[in-house]
């Protein structure tokens, strides 16, 4: 009898030692183990995400400025659209439905917001302008309401609602648009680009001014230069054009030492 329970003693005993060497071994495989990679998430219209070749959105190169092995690039933008329809045909619950406690969210919008808003072709991006709590109420011919808000709110919303999630928003201002006017790009300094920039501020977010960076950019090149990156109108780049604007974006990020966006950039 006590033979066996010396036995059973042993053998408890190795299954213990065992057990507990198969512990530290997973402990010690998981000790430095990566997780999982973070996902920088692009929001915003034809500008960001452009597929109409000759054309390019920066968004469609910016990933070659960037280690992939360590972060992942998601370009979620859409040509045409602006805060407004980014959130009524569903995209931005996709874009935050996908995003998880460290990935990062860059939105660059202004462009398709100008017109005034209704529910016609023409007005159905529009927003109203400003930064304020300002709403006009839509009713759409199939019955449907819609209450619009500023162009201030939309970003609002995308900054918070990102950073429920854990994620880090930064606010571009749109990049400008081939449009001179005494030997200097017109900037989006006293609308859009000033908004995207108060909204950022209140929102204690960081912000690249996209629209003043590559303005200047523009200005040293000259218009005869910057002319060839516009095949077809004044808005829409090339894919020169594009990398001249995503260059811009790391810009805006390189200066900014506390993004952490930064450890991602290759060297």
């Known amino acids: 009898m006590n033979k066996r329970l010396s036995v059973a003693r042993r053998a408890t005993s190795s299954?213990?030692?065992?057990?507990?060497?198969?512990?530290?071994?997973?402990?010690?495989?998981?000790?430095?183990?990566?997780?999982?990679?973070?996902?920088?998430?692009?929001?915003?219209?034809?500008?960001?995400n452009n597929t109409n070749r000759p054309q390019a959105g920066w968004g469609n190169v910016i990933a070659a400025h960037f280690d992939t092995t360590r972060?992942?690039?998601?370009?979620?933008?859409?040509?045409?659209?602006?805060?407004?329809?980014?959130i009524t045909e569903g995209r931005w619950k996709t874009t935050i439905d996908a995003i998880r406690p460290g990935d990062f969210l860059v939105m660059q919008f202004g462009h398709n917001e100008g017109s005034v808003p209704d529910t016609t072709k023409a007005g159905r991006r529009g927003v109203l302008r400003g930064t304020g709590e300002e709403t006009k109420a839509l009713v759409w011919p199939d019955g449907h309401p819609e209450t619009v808000n500023t162009y201030g709110w939309y970003l609002r919303k995308f900054i918070r609602e990102a950073k429920v999630k854990g994620a880090t928003p930064i606010v571009c201002s749109m990049i400008p648009r081939n449009k001179w006017k005494e030997g200097k790009v017109i900037r989006a300094s006293n609308d859009f680009g000033k908004w995207a920039q108060e909204v950022a501020q209140q929102e204690g977010v960081a912000f690249i001014d996209l629209n003043d960076i590559?303005?200047?950019?523009?200005?040293?090149?000259?218009?005869?230069?910057?002319?060839?990156?516009?095949?077809?109108?004044?808005?829409?780049?090339?894919e020169a054009g594009a990398r001249l604007n995503a260059e811009s974006v790391v810009d805006g990020i390189r200066a900014n030492r506390k993004l952490a966006l930064n450890k991602y950039l290759k060297k």
């Open 71 to 86: 972060l992942r690039v998601r370009n979620n933008a859409k040509a045409g659209r602006s805060t407004r329809t980014f």
């Open 15 to 48: 299954a213990l030692l065992l057990g507990g060497v198969a512990a530290l071994l997973l402990v010690l495989a998981s000790f430095g183990k990566p997780g999982p990679r973070p996902t920088l998430f692009l929001i915003g219209d034809s500008t960001v």
């Open 214 to 238: 590559t303005a200047q950019k523009y200005e040293k090149l000259g218009p005869d230069e910057v002319k060839k990156f516009f095949p077809g109108d004044h808005t829409h780049t090339n």
